[in-house]
C-alpha cells in the first residue's frame, strides 16, 4: 500500500516568513539604534566652503546615522548690525531660548554710543563675530587703501569694542573679488558668504519672511548657510522660524575657524598660553589680534557644542 507523501510546503513557508519577520525587524531595531546614537554625539565639526559649509571628520556611518533620523545642520548668521533700541538683545535672546548660536556681521558705523555694548554681549552669549565692512560700501570697487580701511580697521573697532578680534568676513551684498578675499585674508579673516535667504531685506512680514527662509533651508539641506539681518520684523519672525526648523530636523551649528583647522593640519603653530573657552566661542576667538602674533584660545575637548 502506498503512503502519501508528508506536505512539508506549508511548514517550510512558515519557517521562511518568520526568517523574513526576523531579518526586518533586526534591521529595523539596527536602524533605529545608529541614528540613535549619531544623536548622542555633538555635532559635526565644519568649516566655511564657498556659500556652505563642509563638514570635517564626517564618516558614511555618522552621515547614515543623521538621514536615519533626519538631522540636518545648519548655520545662521545675521548682516548690519548692530541695530540698536534693543533689536539685537531680542535676536540674542531668541537664540538663546532654542539653544542656538550665530554670526553677527556687524558694520562698524552701525556701532554707535546707542549700540557700543552690543559687540560684547554678542561675545558674552557664545555667538561669533564677524566683519562686514567699515561702511558697507561696495569694496569691489575701492583702492587698496580704502578696502584696507573697510576690512582692517572695522576689525580694530570691533575688537576694541568686544575683547575679540573677528575671524570670519562677508562683503557687503556678497561683492567680492581676489582682492577683497586676500584683504579678508591678511586681516586674519575667512570670507563666508551664504546660500540661503531670509529674503528679510525686502520682505517685512515675519510670516512671509519665515515661509521664504523655511522654503529655502529645505531646499538646501544640510551644511547650508542662512542669510538674515539685524532688523526689527527679523527679530519678529526668529522664534516661529527656529521652532519650524528645529520640528523639521535642524540643528544649529557654528564652523570652526580656518585659523584653527591650519593649527590641527600642522601649517600653524598654536602659540603657548592658551586660555580654554566654551566651544561655542572658539571660532570667534582664536586669533585676537591676527597672524601670526595672535592669542589663540583652545577648546576644551570634552564640551559639544548681507546683504
Known amino acids: 500500500m502506498n503512503k ?14 518568520a526568517a523574513f519577520g526576523l531579518a526586518l525587524a533586526t534591521t529595523v531595531v539596527a536602524l533605529v539604534t545608529l541614528g540613535w546614537l549619531g544623536g548622542r554625539l555633538p555635532p559635526p565639526e565644519s568649516q566655511v566652503k564657498s556659500g556652505g559649509l563642509e ?7 555618522r552621515k547614515a546615522s543623521d538621514w536615519i ?22 535676536i540674542l535672546a531668541v537664540l538663546s531660548r532654542h539653544g542656538a548660536h550665530a554670526i553677527f556681521f556687524e558694520v562698524c558705523s552701525h556701532v554707535t554710543p546707542v549700540s557700543l555694548g552690543v559687540p560684547g554681549k554678542i561675545v558674552a552669549t557664545g555667538n561669533l563675530l564677524g566683519n562686514h565692512s567699515y561702511d558697507h560700501a561696495n569694496l569691489k570697487q575701492l583702492t587698496s587703501e580704502s578696502l584696507a580701511h573697510e576690512v582692517r580697521d572695522c576689525s580694530d573697532r570691533l575688537e576694541a569694542t568686544s575683547g575679540v578680534r573677528p575671524t570670519f568676513f562677508r562683503p557687503p551684498w556678497g561683492k567680492t573679488s581676489a582682492a577683497v578675499a586676500e584683504a579678508a585674508k591678511q586681516s586674519g579673516m575667512v ?3 551664504w546660500n540661503t535667504n531670509s529674503g528679510d531685506t525686502w520682505l517685512n512680514s515675519p510670516r512671509k519672511i519665515n ?3 523655511l522654503d529655502e533651508v529645505d531646499l538646501g539641506g544640510s551644511g547650508s548657510i542662512l542669510l538674515m539681518h539685524s532688523k526689527p520684523s527679523t527679530a519678529e519672525a526668529l522664534d516661529g522660524l527656529l521652532t519650524e526648523m528645529q520640528r523639521r530636523g535642524f540643528i544649529f551649528i557654528l564652523p570652526k575657524s580656518h585659523l584653527e583647522t ?16 566654551h566651544p561655542q566661542q572658539r571660532a570667534g576667538s582664536l586669533w585676537r589680534t591676527g597672524i601670526p602674533t595672535g592669542q589663540v584660545i583652545a577648546e576644551h575637548p570634552s564640551e559639544g557644542a548681507a546683504i
Open 55 to 61: 563638514f570635517l571628520h564626517y564618516p558614511l556611518w
Open 262 to 277: 591650519a593649527i590641527q593640519a600642522g601649517s600653524l603653530d598654536r602659540p603657548s598660553g592658551a586660555t580654554e573657552i
Open 69 to 90: 533620523a533626519g538631522r540636518k545642520y545648519i548655520l545662521l548668521t545675521f548682516d548690519d548690525g548692530p541695530y540698536g533700541h534693543g533689536v539685537d538683545e531680542k
Open 4 to 17: 502519501a507523501t508528508p506536505d512539508r510546503s506549508q511548514p517550510r513557508s512558515g519557517r521562511t516568513y
Open 191 to 193: 570670507q563666508v558668504l
Open 211 to 213: 515661509d521664504l527662509a
